[in-house]
């Protein structure tokens, strides 16, 4: 039987929702691997079907958005008004069907490890490392998981766009906690990061002014193994008070990046991908040339250090096939590399750019349009 409508031709839709259902909605599309505008279609399929439905207190709603086919919009715009409900009522009621006909799935074993480690790293500069890890991270913290953002680039790209200063040069930070020249615990650095569904799951560590000396203090240390250990000491404590680590890593093949990848190396107790490595790239040929090298210093530390480091696939950035023949053969040539995979193709749009410059996080300033979907695509790629 054909469909009444053609689920690739979608339309963008807005309606108020309280924030509990908002929230409620994508914590279980991610726990059951669903994009949201899937959950909502199938939501609002059934609810032509249903009768005697209860009301949703809609009071309070804020803005929602997501995209269905656009047969589908007509009728359930048709069918409210027949049946004397608001859209909004439509909506809400839609949804709350789909979540009570998909309950949440058992909870996983408890981990034996603490946090997954998630770093996102290239050695080519101006890929979006920045943006994408920020992204993906407060996706992840919109889903309920305790989430920590770590600004790891000297430059501080990322303590800048969300809003915060760099800790001092005589402060202490996470630098001087991996070479022991500071106090304290690490965990009173970090920061609440505000706003967006993802408020009080997500916190920042903010970079410091201080952090371009790592490199030339981690070279020079007399002991043989503390530049590949020295991140992983430092964040030990923080572990168990965190479902997810995500680190943005500095566009370097120094000391500092050792000590990241070795970060999110398989542990003898976890599952192979469990924690990895994302790679942001550009489709163009630059930053395969940067890839290249990446790789081969993961293969010189796996082969060094004797571990597992997963590479958990790319995220083109930046994509626009107006470009031309550049930007599509490149995109063509990251998906044929295969193992690691593509996990998403970010959008050149201006809305990440926007939330840098009134320094909002991307979740907060777009949080229904296309970039942000992508990040909660990774997100849902990488925590499955």
Partial sequence: MTAPYDPSDREKVVAKLPADLRKELKVRA????????????????????????????????????????????????????????????????????????????????????????????????GVGKTSISAGVAQALAETGHRTLLIDFDPQGHLTKQLGYDLFDIESASLAKHMLGEAKGDLSELLVPIKGGDFEEHLWLLPACKDAFLLDAKLATSRSVRIKETALEKALESLEQDFDYIVVDCPPSLGYSMDTALYYCRTRDSEEASTSGIVIPVLAEDSSADAYDMLYDQIQDLIEDMDVDIALLGFVVNMYDSRKGYVATSSLDA???????????????????????????????????????????TVARRISA
């Fill in 30 to 125: 991610a726990e059951l691997g669903k994009d949201i505008q899937d959950a909502v279609t199938e939501g609002v399929d059934a609810w032509q079907k249903a009768v005697d439905l209860v009301v949703v207190d809609t009071s309070g709603g804020t803005s929602f958005a997501t995209y269905l086919p656009a047969g589908l919009y007509g009728k359930l715009k048709k069918e409210c008004t027949a049946r004397k409900i608001s859209y909004n009522q439509g909506i809400a009621q839609s949804i709350r069907l789909w979540l009570d006909s998909n309950p949440s799935p058992r909870p996983q074993p408890p981990r034996v490890s603490g946090a997954r480690r998630i770093v996102f790293g290239n050695q080519k500069g």
């Fill in 334 to 376: 990251w998906s044929s590399i295969g193992e690691p995979p593509v996990l998403a193709v970010v959008p050149e749009l201006k809305d990440q750019r926007e939330a840098v410059r009134v320094k909002k996080p991307l979740l907060v300033h777009a949080p229904y349009g296309d970039q942000a979907e992508v990040m909660r």
